[in-house]
């Protein structure tokens, strides 16, 4: 079967993940080890800090750095983990900052964001104007979508998908609130978010993975690895 990590801060040397080629390297086969099969790198892109002309050129170089170490029988994915504010549509073809360049954004929001007003209009303008999808990261870390039912399936009636970060489930209140979310069907997709062994290791993986198929969601499992085939876009190698 195919594990996807959706989430990551592996690429090197672009934001506050991996430093250095070598702990790329490590991290890979980390999740290689666990039988992870596909990668996506989502650095951070501050879209009020940088233009995606320029962030885009950082990822092609810190992509060319790792490339000839990526570890074989892998697939990866580039992607974004996009800071929505209003500077971002200011640039040209946003499509470019999605998984693969195609439809789907891991949109990072303020976590104190109530997903009303300002953040409520811009994920319409990108589902609407756009055709974008968007994927919001890590739900666990904005407490107005743990919160509210109704504001989590208003969200996902506009078309927007939901993550979840897989060291998340280390934390017991944490793990029962996502577990049913998980069997609810409202999280789409996994990711470990790994920044280093320190920060969101890459261990976490397959743990929370073998958690929940104890927990009877082996189903739910899977059907969160379809969702996650449907938006990979393997980079050629
Ligand atoms: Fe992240």
Redesign the pocket.
């Known amino acids: 079967m195919e594990f996807y990590d959706m ?1 990551t ?1 592996i690429l090197p040397g672009i934001d506050d993940g991996s430093e250095t080629v070598q702990n790329s390297v490590l991290m890979l086969e980390c999740l290689k080890k666990q039988g992870v099969t596909n990668v996506c790198f ?1 650095p ?1 892109m501050y879209s009020q800090e940088i233009s995606a002309d320029d962030f885009l050129r950082l990822r092609q170089s810190a992509f060319d750095k790792l490339k000839p170490h990526l570890p074989d029988g892998m697939e990866f994915c580039l992607g974004a ?1 996009v800071f929505v504010t209003d500077y971002l549509f200011v640039n040209d073809n946003l499509n470019r900052l999605c998984y693969g360049g195609k439809r789907y954004m891991l949109t ?1 929001f303020p976590y104190k964001s109530q997903f009303q007003g300002r953040s409520n209009r811009q994920l319409c303008k990108l589902i609407n104007d756009y055709s974008i999808t968007p994927v919001i ?2 739900i666990e870390r904005y407490p107005a979508l743990m919160k509210s039912y109704e504001l989590r399936q208003e969200l996902r009636e506009m078309g927007v998908l939901f993550q979840t970060n897989t060291i998340s489930f280390e934390k017991i209140p944490a793990r029962l609130k996502l577990g049913k979310l998980i069997k609810n069907g409202e999280i789409d997709l996994f990711g470990t ?1 790994a920044h280093s062994f320190a920060h969101n290791t890459p261990e976490s993986y397959m743990k929370t993975i073998e958690l929940l198929k104890n927990k009877g969601l082996k189903r739910d499992i899977e059907e969160m690895q379809d969702v996650a085939k449907r938006i990979f876009v393997p980079v050629e190698l």
């Open positions: 989430h801060h989502t951070h983990e990072e990261p890590h978010d």
